[in-house]
């Protein structure tokens, strides 16, 4: 992964008021919310079933989810 110097209008606007933002990496699975969805979801079909298919990973996934 590169380090870019890109950049931003936000960036600049936050500076001038007196804040920074620090930016995440993009793939970091630890920092990054879906990923950490996404790993709750998988455990829960895991565990809670013996059949992997479609139908059955969304109904898994919006009882983890509680959509």
Same mark, same amino acid.
């Given at each position: 992964m590169a380090i870019t #110097? /890109?950049?931003y209008v936000v960036d600049e606007m936050a500076l001038m008021a007196g804040h920074e933002i620090v930016r995440l990496p993009v793939a970091h699975c /630890?920092? #990054?919310p879906f990923e950490l969805a996404?790993? $709750?979801v998988k455990g829960h079909i895991k565990a809670n079933t013996c059949k992997f298919n479609l139908a059955e990973a969304k109904v898994? $996934?919006?009882r983890v989810l509680r959509w």
């Open positions: #110097n /890109t950049k /630890t920092l #990054n996404w790993v $709750q898994m $996934q919006r």
